[in-house]
């Protein structure tokens, strides 16, 4: 019998606080190749703090933090900058450069991580562009697109360098259901199509539970629960049940 895959994720013990504030207080979980790790909790629980030590942008107080077995709190800085060209960001409210075009907002990754030249570095940008289906605002710049156009360009931009992992940030939060869904079906073709791991941080129960292969709970700075999607909807863990009840008592209503 074959065993289970390396996690290529792994975070063990992990500790922050900022002043005497403890924002999480031992954290754990893996993720393993091609699986869509969902992590939810209430607001200002440090969802967003976790994805920015897994980006190495915050450095936790205690614990490690595993990507392909290399702890990326013991690396250098050159090290760590290599190892951050695998891991791709899409932040909440995507972050592009107002004075850019969609174009030169894609490619910047390419332009200030990679050697290629201009030439291949269009052929990327195309192909990405192309993938979230924005071809034809490539020109444009941030001001001129909607929420949810935005946001697929912030995505193109994180798979700019082809990464192995992509952690979001909210990904469907503020748009309509309809450009909603388009973002889930993006990252779940990621998993299928381009073997893509991701990491979601989510309020969003429709988009949770179309994008999961796992889902985690965290609360009170530790991860109370990792599971299946099946397993998390079942759970009888007090605030899990609260903070589902709204989904599953409409889910019920729906005719």
């Known amino acids: 019998m074959s065993s289970a895959p390396t996690p290529l994720v792994e975070m063990r013990g992990v500790?922050?606080?900022f002043?005497?504030?403890v924002?999480?207080?031992g954290i754990d979980f893996s993720?393993?190749?091609?699986?869509?790790l969902v992590i939810m909790g209430l607001s200002g629980g440090g969802k967003s703090t976790l994805l920015s030590i897994l980006m190495g942008l915050l450095k936790p107080s205690g614990g490690s933090v595993?990507?392909?077995?290399e702890d990326l709190t013991k690396l250098s800085r050159p090290k760590l900058n290599e190892v951050r060209t695998h891991i791709g960001m899409v932040y909440q409210n995507a972050a592009l450069i107002s004075s850019m075009t969609v174009r030169d907002n894609v490619g910047l990754p390419l332009k200030e991580l990679s050697d290629k030249k201009a030439k291949e570095i269009d052929r990327i940008v195309d192909q990405k562009l192309e993938l979230v289906e924005l071809t034809e605002a490539k020109?444009?710049?941030p001001s001129e697109l909607s929420g949810g156009m935005?946001?697929?360009?912030g995505l193109a931009r994180a798979l700019a360098l082809e990464p192995e992992l992509v952690l979001f940030d909210e990904p469907s939060a503020g748009l309509d259901p309809i450009t909603g869904k388009h973002i889930d079906d993006l990252i779940v073709q990621l998993r299928d199509k381009q073997e893509v791991t991701s990491i979601v941080v989510t309020h969003e129960m429709d988009c949770a539970f179309a994008v999961a292969?796992?889902?985690a709970f965290l609360h009170g700075g530790k991860i109370i629960f990792e599971g299946t999607p099946k397993e998390f909807r079942q759970s009888r863990i007090p605030i899990i049940e609260k903070f589902l009840s709204p989904y599953l008592q409409r889910d019920h209503a729906t005719p």
């Open 15 to 17: 500790k922050f606080q």
């Open 23 to 25: 924002i999480l207080d």
């Open 19 to 21: 002043a005497n504030k």
């Open 213 to 215: 292969t796992c889902m």
């Open 31 to 36: 993720v393993r190749p091609q699986e869509v």
């Open 139 to 141: 020109d444009k710049l």
């Open 66 to 69: 595993c990507f392909k077995g």
């Open 150 to 153: 935005q946001k697929r360009v």
